[in-house]
């Protein structure tokens, strides 16, 4: 069988992974969280203004930089020639067994649980269940090719953008704002912290808004499947976040508007059903039910599509180094696996869904699911962003010039990077197994390497 895929995704497709791969659960959830950190209401604008330009300064690099390696797997083949064989290979490895399964078991849980609590009068199956089911689901259309993938991605992420504008416009005209008493007297008493207490203010908001951005870099995983890519992805990229920070930073506003500050910090209710039964009346928590199990399941979408794309990259660059090298050998051929009639990277999408139904089973957990995968994830974004100074440094005479370097890569490694010793120091326990088990990639390396010579 061939091992070529075929290019099929536009600038809308990629718009549409991108922006929705990011949008999933955070923006209904976060605000409720980040209430009682804020001392005033122009804070929250900011925490969700400043995590979208830290994205950003990742995107604006890596994008211009898959645009150069513009393959299935672009990240891994950055990060290779950025670092080395060892590095790279430990990045699909911990993709195959860490963040790939996790990212897909994570989102499908919650989708899971909302299924779990709307239908439990009509269909008994519990929040792993329906995880299953629909990871089952997304499985069977992304094998009927990359174009299929890429039309459902963008039906799902129109449909839950739209209804998210909806509920946003219809607050605006349908409720009248409510009257927010000051907030002058909690932004003083920070003041009186002085610098340090206001960066760690910065520091504990950027950290709670900072997860609902994640989800951009999946795109790469699929650009050998971009149409026109140097200009299509960096493109895409960009457009997706910008797309994401504007429909973050109205949605804020209209949660604002209709319960100011200091009552989000006091509520149970979420704002966003607050808002919508204002709006909506009784049939508003309906409606916000139903576009929060949309908004998850178009991220569960991207991910059961991208997330194989980089597992095929592994197999095509190792299946015949490790013809030889029995169960092991074996994997890698079944990741190179690509169908004659759909182009579709098939034993690498099956492989996907079994590994992450794998993590779904074994958590039963969003939050263990997420201590697992997040900080091998992110760490391997923080290189995929830092190669750009190796690339700096011009390969036979050529420079690799990226937009804002190196301003902008040294932002985001350093934003990130705190935001991964935070991970580390306050959850341990599933975050170092997440860690350990991607670290076995360093002796099957190795492994690999003796059987070559």
């Known amino acids: 069988m061939t091992k070529e895929l075929r290019r099929q995704l536009g600038l809308v497709a990629v718009m549409a992974v991108v922006a929705g791969d990011m949008m999933g659960s955070g923006i209904f959830y976060t605000p409720q969280e980040l209430a009682p950190i804020a001392q005033a209401t122009w804070q929250i604008y900011l925490f969700w ?26 990240d891994y083949h950055i ?79 129109i449909i839950k ?16 704002g409510a009257h927010s008493t000051s907030t002058a007297n909690m932004a003083v008493g920070n ?3 002085g610098i340090w207490g206001f960066f760690r203010l910065i ?29 299509n992805l960096p493109l895409g990229l960009t457009l997706g976040v910008v797309l994401i920070t ?3 930073l109205l949605t804020n506003y209209a949660y604002l508007r209709v319960v100011p500050l200091h009552e989000m910090a006091g509520s149970e209710s979420l704002a966003a059903v607050v808002v919508a039964e204002k709006t909506f009346g009784s049939t508003g928590g309906s409606f916000i039910s139903l576009l929060m199990m949309i908004s ?21 660059q190792y299946s015949e180094e490790a013809k030889s090298g029995g169960m092991v050998g074996r994997l890698f051929q079944l990741l190179a696996t690509v169908s004659s009639g759909s182009k579709a990277p098939s034993g690498a999408i099956l492989m996907s869904c079994v590994t992450a139904i794998l993590a779904l089973v074994f958590f039963q957990s969003f939050s263990r699911i997420v201590n697992f995968f997040v900080v091998p994830n992110h760490l391997f974004n923080i290189l995929l962003v830092a190669a750009v100074f190796k690339f700096a440094q011009g390969n036979d005479g050529e420079k690799f010039k990226s937009f804002g370097f190196p301003v902008m890569p040294i932002i ?13 120091v306050f959850r341990p326990g599933d975050t170092l197994m997440g860690v350990a088990l991607s670290a076995t990639g360093v002796p099957v390396y190795y492994w690999l390497e003796r059987r070559k010579t």
């Open 203 to 231: 520091g504990l908001g950027v950290g709670a808004v900072l997860f609902t951005y994640d989800g951009w870099v999946d795109i790469m995983h699929a650009a050998g499947e971009v149409k026109d890519p140097k200009k």
């Open 296 to 316: 998850i399941l178009g991220a569960l979408g991207g991910l059961v599509m991208t997330f194989p794309r980089l597992l095929f990259a592994a197999g095509v």
């Open 161 to 176: 953008i739209s209804a998210l504008l909806i509920l946003v416009v219809g607050s605006l005209f349908l409720v009248e």
């Open 191 to 193: 003041s009186s912290e």
């Open 246 to 248: 504007t429909v973050y």
């Open 79 to 157: 990060i290779r020639e950025g670092f080395g064989e060892l590095l790279g290979f430990v990045k699909l490895w911990q993709n195959v067994w860490v963040s790939g399964p996790g990212s897909v078991a994570a989102v499908a849980i919650l989708f899971g649980k909302f299924c779990s609590d709307i239908l439990a009068s009509t269909i008994s199956l519990s929040p792993v269940a329906w995880g299953v089911v629909a990871i089952l689901v997304f499985t069977g259309i992304n094998l009927l090719g990359v174009e299929w993938g890429g039309r459902t991605q963008i039906a799902l992420t």
């Open 49 to 74: 203004g400043l995590c979208g330009v830290i994205t950003l300064t990742g995107v604006m690099t890596v994008g211009q930089l898959g645009a150069a390696l513009p393959r299935s797997g672009a």
């Open 412 to 424: 985001y490694i350093v934003t990130i990077s705190g935001f991964l010793i935070s991970a580390i």
